[in-house]
């Protein structure tokens, strides 16, 4: 369906850059996950913690794996967050200690929800596509969500619709009309834009929410700004709309919610709310409580590094200490 609206694109004169004082491009730095791959992290940085309630973003690949393993994260815990995982090329298994066994492919969404403790794993299949390409998220819970029970989710359709030459998949949130069918627990937005062809486009936001926008694939203009692949652009708060142009093929991933403004303590895979929380986590993974057994995998769980000596600081999302 052609969900275009009658906006017209945003013009300025050519090398006339805008004046947006709130957006900051975060170009992300690479880490290691598992043996195997290298992701590009986006959140968090110095610069910018969160957008909305997203709290952690990972962009994987291109990456040619035809003659590797591709993914192999070995079970590992985690505490007060969603993981959001879409995936644009490759296949990857998904098994967690609720005893979920889930492969997930292009087009389709994962979302577990620890709540108080969950661990999992994530692995490509012995026989797997020859690309993986795709991003993980994560969502900071709130109170009292982060202290309930864990879920975990897979959905094989999305609402999807055209506005203009872009194809627009949401993934979480509402947009345009349309509603996701995975579960949040704070105002949040999360949609694949892909362009179709150079047309220019106009979409419309919300202010009350901040909005960033990560570019997966091909070259995109964003209120005039140049984003390139594997780079993030904080859009700030109180737009009401964004233009784009792309050359066809983009993709584009748009992140969005009302400012999240709980303090946070992130470390390792544990989201809490201060030092003692977190070390407890680690204790209990260690220990071998709290967090179960990861179904159908032999492998040994990832051990926790030891705690900084330094005590963790709760911030908030601007990366104020906060207590």
């Given at each position: 369906?052609?969900?275009?609206e009658?906006?017209?694109?945003?013009?300025?004169?050519?090398?006339?850059?805008?004046v947006d004082?709130?957006?900051?491009?975060?170009p992300g730095?690479?880490v290691?996950?598992?043996r195997?791959?290298?992701?590009?992290?986006l959140l968090?940085?110095r610069?910018r913690?969160?957008?909305?309630?997203w709290?952690f973003?990972?962009?994987?690949?291109?990456?040619?794996?035809?003659e590797?393993?591709?993914m192999e994260?070995p079970p590992?815990?985690?505490?007060?967050?969603?993981?959001?995982t879409?995936?644009l090329?490759?296949?990857?298994?998904h098994r967690?200690?609720?005893?979920?066994?889930?492969?997930?492919r292009?087009?389709?969404l994962?979302v577990?929800t620890?709540?108080h403790?969950?661990?999992?794993?994530?692995r490509?299949p012995?026989?797997h596509?020859p690309?993986?390409h795709?991003?993980?998220?994560?969502?900071?819970?709130?109170?009292?969500?982060?202290?309930?029970?864990?879920?975990?989710?897979?959905?094989?359709?999305?609402?999807?619709?055209?506005?203009?030459?872009?194809?627009?998949t949401?993934?979480?949130g509402?947009?345009g009309?349309?509603?996701?069918?995975?579960?949040v627990?704070?105002?949040?937005?999360?949609?694949q834009?892909?362009?179709?062809g150079?047309?220019?486009?106009?979409?419309?936001l919300?202010?009350?929410?901040?909005?960033?926008?990560?570019?997966?694939?091909?070259?995109?203009?964003?209120?005039?700004?140049g984003?390139?692949?594997?780079?993030?652009l904080?859009?700030g708060?109180?737009?009401?709309?964004?233009?784009l142009?792309?050359?066809a093929?983009?993709?584009?991933m748009?992140?969005?919610?009302?400012p999240?403004?709980?303090p946070?303590v992130?470390?390792?895979?544990f989201?809490?709310?201060s030092?003692?929380?977190?070390?407890?986590a680690?204790?209990?993974?260690?220990?071998?409580?709290?967090?179960?057994?990861?179904?159908?995998d032999?492998a040994?769980?990832?051990?926790?590094?030891?705690?900084?000596t330094?005590?963790?600081?709760?911030?908030?999302?601007?990366g104020?200490?906060?207590?």
């Amino acid at each position: 369906m052609d969900r275009t609206e009658s906006l017209p694109a945003e013009t300025r004169p050519p090398g006339v850059a805008p004046v947006d004082p709130g957006s900051v491009l975060l170009p992300g730095h690479d880490v290691p996950l598992g043996r195997y791959t290298t992701v590009r992290r986006l959140l968090p940085q110095r610069q910018r913690r969160m957008v909305g309630a997203w709290c952690f973003v990972d962009h994987f690949g291109p990456d040619d794996v035809a003659e590797r393993p591709g993914m192999e994260v070995p079970p590992h815990p985690h505490t007060g967050l969603q993981t959001v995982t879409w995936l644009l090329d490759g296949e990857i298994v998904h098994r967690d200690s609720l005893g979920n066994v889930q492969p997930i492919r292009p087009g389709q969404l994962n979302v577990m929800t620890s709540g108080h403790g969950i661990a999992h794993s994530e692995r490509s299949p012995g026989t797997h596509p020859p690309l993986m390409h795709g991003v993980q998220l994560w969502v900071a819970l709130p109170d009292p969500a982060r202290a309930g029970a864990a879920d975990f989710a897979h959905h094989a359709e999305l609402p999807g619709w055209r506005h203009g030459e872009w194809d627009v998949t949401l993934l979480v949130g509402e947009l345009g009309g349309e509603r996701s069918p995975a579960v949040v627990h704070t105002p949040l937005l999360g949609a694949q834009l892909e362009a179709r062809g150079p047309a220019p486009a106009t979409l419309r936001l919300r202010p009350d929410f901040e909005y960033g926008l990560l570019a997966m694939s091909g070259a995109a203009q964003v209120d005039g700004l140049g984003l390139a692949p594997g780079a993030l652009l904080y859009l700030g708060a109180g737009r009401d709309r964004v233009a784009l142009a792309a050359e066809a093929g983009t993709r584009l991933m748009l992140l969005g919610g009302e400012p999240f403004d709980e303090p946070l303590v992130m470390w390792w895979n544990f989201v809490g709310r201060s030092h003692e929380e977190v070390a407890a986590a680690r204790e209990d993974w260690m220990a071998g409580r709290r967090f179960g057994v990861v179904a159908d995998d032999s492998a040994p769980p990832l051990p926790a590094p030891e705690m900084p000596t330094t005590r963790l600081k709760a911030r908030d999302r601007r990366g104020g200490v906060r207590g």
